[in-house]
């Protein structure tokens, strides 16, 4: 298989697994079955929102990122739409990357068949060397595997500021988003590169500056990597701070959309846990992910 993805991706990601149970739900510790039915409960509302979007105006590329533990029906069903679909695969809520099933993961991504399996990692190449160094193996273990299988890879990439950095932008963090964290990004795509960690799309953290996407997707592309691209998240942000995000990167070569959860679908789920109306809550999430789809679309237009 070729290295690389270059059509559009328009993904609704929804693969949140321990932030979504405490911070949303309440769930403290390992749920109940009750408690885990809720959690599917959210996750379906989820996907209706997706599946009315998608039959009110689909758009090429559209799809969604959903975990196997609370969203293994929602997966499979997307899989028979014909959508993407992305899946996790590693454990929810660690600092250090590792897989979700351990020596397993393969009989998972077998057993559901996404288009992508997806790692969410945090990666500092300022921070600790010897974690960097663990990750960088388990990662490229999965990176040789899928390779072997003939399946995509989805790489989040996610630059936590280590204490000393904050020290340097005196405590500010818009200022280390702006100043510090776009060289972090591209140094750490760098060595895993150089660690034989070989994504096909690389979910990248919204950056402000035009140029600054510019030079993460050259390095995306570095050394005949020349189909490898990039994707925005949402980090939770608000949606006019992720639509600028989206606007910024829409139409610089490299970038081909966007993966965005909780600014579509948070305060929808909260309406819906206090209300009950999963009609609503189903319309709402469709909304905010059609709005960010043409903000999307349009931006790589005019550009």
């Known amino acids: 298989m070729t290295l690389g993805f270059t059509d559009q991706l328009l993904i609704l990601a929804c693969d949140h697994r321990g932030s979504f149970q405490k911070k949303l739900l309440g769930i403290e510790g390992t749920p109940t079955p009750d408690e885990e039915a809720r959690v599917r409960d959210a996750k379906r509302v989820i996907f209706d929102g997706f599946r009315r979007a998608l039959s009110a105006n689909g758009a090429d590329g559209m ?14 069903e997307a899989r028979e739409l014909g959508v993407v679909l992305a899946m996790p695969v590693e454990k929810s809520g660690q600092n250090e990357f590792d897989f979700e099933y351990g020596d397993e993961f393969g009989e998972h991504i077998l057993a559901f068949d996404p288009s992508f399996s ?57 200022r280390y988003d702006r100043e510090l964290r776009p060289d972090l990004m591209i ?14 799309v690389w979910k990248i953290e919204g950056l402000d500056e035009r140029e600054d996407c510019g030079r993460v997707a050259e390095a995306v592309r570095a050394g005949g990597r020349d ?40 305060d929808p789920l909260k309406v819906w846990l206090e209300s009950g109306s999963a009609d609503e809550a189903t319309a709402t999430i469709a909304a905010n992910y059609r709005r960010l789809i043409d903000v999307y679309i349009g931006a790589a237009a005019a550009a």
Not at 63 to 76: C, N, S, V, Y
Request: proline fraction near 4%; include cysteine.
């Open 63 to 76: 799809g969604i990122l959903i975990d196997e533990q609370f969203g293994a029906g929602p997966a499979r």
């Open 118 to 174: 997806k790692v969410l990692v945090r990666y500092n190449a300022e921070g600790d060397a010897e974690m960097n160094r663990r990750q960088a193996e388990r990662l490229a273990r999965l990176s040789s595997w899928l390779r072997e299988h003939d399946r995509k890879y989805l790489f989040e990439l996610l630059v936590p500021a280590e204490p000393e950095q904050l020290e340097r932008v005196r405590g500010d963090t818009d």
């Open 187 to 200: 140094a750490a795509i760098r060595e895993l590169q150089a660690a034989r960690v070989e994504p096909d």
């Open 227 to 266: 189909e490898v691209s990039c994707v925005v998240l949402g980090r939770g942000g608000d949606e006019e701070k992720v639509a600028g995000w989206l606007r910024t990167g829409a139409g610089v070569p490299g970038y081909v959309g966007f993966a965005v959860g909780r600014t579509i679908w948070w």
